[in-house]
């Protein structure tokens, strides 16, 4: 067993309380870590700890250039220990061990992109209305910042978190999740060791219940930043009605992909398959509601068919798996669940639908394709976070602009077709925060990322984040050599 200790203040410890967790290797069902289930004293000791950094540490004081230093040097960490840190995640949560590689190592552009634009947030000088009065804005940081991630792309989550918060002068406490926390822990130790002062970052874990809903709703924080499920997040907001905290929220979604008839076959499998079985689907932006038009939807879904029976499902840390198992048993469960509802719903399971023979143990889940006639069936409707595509034919352009936003959600969305007119007109008309046209999955840190709807608020990466931790403040001076005068006149 691996033994974990949470972060805070710049040291190592248990929970107060000693209370531990155990983490589940997916793909063996063995516990395989312990770690601390953080108490209410841990979290007001981590939060506490990230305010005296930012308001009587160094780290208030700093220039912005040095906070761009440390970030540079854990962009170079980060990328050092990409590999040990890539199986670390995938023992914990059971995603590939190719993918968790090389997003791990991608991160470290994350953090280099944020460490570039620490000393790049500009104020103002404005052409004020009145005589004598000099007049600016700064952008400052917004304060003690919450973190929460999920366990489904920690390394990814924690960057779009962490990177745009600390270039922009705030402190953290980052809660890891209780399903797969160890990658956090050991994220840790590279943030020690790049030399961030201590209780700029903090690192804890645990339930919901106390240490998610204690950490959001302290009075101590200002911001939070979620990633997670959006009866959760509808938990968060309310815990944050006892402090105020400016809130980004990314939850998540069922996102369309259109394959129109004049798309390129090959292209649009790929994206299809990118989108519902990369990441064994459990990624925020699956593309699990898939609309085909019928000129082309025997076609295409044969092919998909296809490519589904080729998929190789097995040990997420084989360089030849392509689709590994789930988290946690919940969702095998879940999956099974809507399984069992499909036929009644009207729809038919093309291929897949269960767990794989060959894989008694571990929570496995075949590439699944259900196919639908009408958007009231579970798998359509619900996110699965597993590898399960729900296909869905449809005639005209207005109808498949209709279908893809029939929905609550609106993170992310996919086009296929090589008309290009086609490709902006639909683009254009489709609710969601991030289209992709003839691509699917792709992601930088230059590029926003975040939904509308129920899919939440708030855009990490890109300019637009770096907006997202700060506020403007404005200071007025008097520069005119007489006393101020019209106590009694506001204007
Ligand atoms: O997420 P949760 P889970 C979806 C996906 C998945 C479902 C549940 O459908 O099956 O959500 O996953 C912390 N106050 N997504 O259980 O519960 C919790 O400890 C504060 C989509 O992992 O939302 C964890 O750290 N925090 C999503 C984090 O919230 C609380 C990615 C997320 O947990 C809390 C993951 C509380 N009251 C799941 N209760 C995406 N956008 O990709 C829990 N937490």
Redesign the pocket.
């Known amino acids: 067993m691996n033994r974990y200790q949470q972060y805070i203040d710049g040291e190592w410890c248990d929970a107060s309380d000693g209370q531990t967790m155990t983490s589940i290797n997916p793909s063996n069902e063995e516990p395989w870590a312990e770690f601390p289930a953080a108490s209410e004293a841990d979290v007001n000791r981590a939060v506490e700890s990230a305010r005296r950094a930012l308001y009587e540490g160094p780290w208030g004081s700093i220039t912005a250039t040095q906070r761009g230093k440390l970030l540079s040097r854990l962009a170079a960490l980060v990328r050092e220990k990409a590999l040990y840190l890539g199986e670390i995640e995938t023992t914990d949560s059971g995603k590939l061990a190719r993918e968790t590689r090389a997003q791990t190592a991608y991160v470290g552009d994350y953090y280099d992109y944020f460490a570039g634009l620490a000393d790049k947030i500009e104020g103002k000088t404005l052409p004020i209305d009145k005589p004598d009065m000099h007049v600016f804005t700064t952008r400052v940081p917004i304060g003690v910042v919450a973190a929460?991630?999920?366990?489904?792309?920690q390394m990814f989550?924690a960057a779009t978190k962490l990177g745009p918060a600390l270039a922009a002068g705030n402190t953290v406490v980052l809660?890891?999740?209780?399903?797969a926390p160890a990658t956090m822990f050991e994220f840790a130790r590279a943030i020690e060791e790049a030399g961030f002062p201590p209780g700029v970052v903090n690192v804890i874990?645990?339930?919901?219940?106390p240490?998610?809903?204690a950490?959001?709703?302290h009075p101590g924080i200002s911001r939070v930043a979620?990633?997670?499920?959006?009866?959760?997040?509808a938990?968060?907001v309310a815990?944050t009605a006892s402090n105020f905290a400016v809130v980004s929220l990314?939850?998540?979604?069922k996102s369309p992909i259109l394959v129109f008839d004049d798309a390129d076959i090959e292209g649009a499998v790929n994206g299809i398959v990118a989108g519902n079985f990369g990441a064994s689907g459990?990624?925020?932006?699956a593309g699990s509601r898939v609309f085909i038009q019928s000129g082309i939807y025997n076609e295409v879904l044969a092919e998909l068919e296809n490519r589904a029976r080729r998929i190789v499902i097995g040990d997420p840390l084989d360089d030849a798996t392509q689709v590994g198992p789930l988290?946690?048993r919940?969702?095998v469960e879940?999956i099974t669940q809507a399984m069992s509802e499909v036929a009644s719903q009207g729809a038919s399971i093309r291929f897949g639908g269960g767990r794989p023979k060959e894989f008694p143990k571990g929570y496995y889940v075949v590439p699944t394709i259900v196919e639908c006639p009408h958007q009231e069936v579970t798998t359509m409707r619900e996110?699965?976070?597993g590898p399960v595509m729900s296909a869905l034919r449809f005639d005209t352009e207005d109808e498949g602009v209709a279908l893809a936003n029939d929905t609550r959600f609106g993170?992310g969305a996919g086009v296929f077709t090589e008309n290009v007119a086609r490709a902006h007109r639909v683009s254009a008309k489709i609710r969601s925060g991030i289209v992709w046209v003839n691509t699917y999955r792709a992601i930088s840190p230059i590029a926003p990322f975040g939904g509308f709807g129920m899919?939440?608020y708030g855009r990490e990466a890109g300019l637009d984040a770096i907006e997202d931790y700060t506020r403007s403040k404005t200071t007025w001076i008097n520069i005119s050599s007489e006393p101020m005068s019209n106590p009694f006149v506001m204007r």
């Open positions: 929460v991630v999920p366990w489904n792309a989550l809660k890891a999740s209780e399903v874990s645990g339930s919901g219940e240490c998610g809903r950490l959001t709703s979620f990633t997670g499920g959006p009866e959760t997040a938990r968060v815990n990314e939850l998540g979604g459990q990624s925020c932006v988290a946690t919940m969702q879940r996110e699965m976070f993170l899919s939440g």
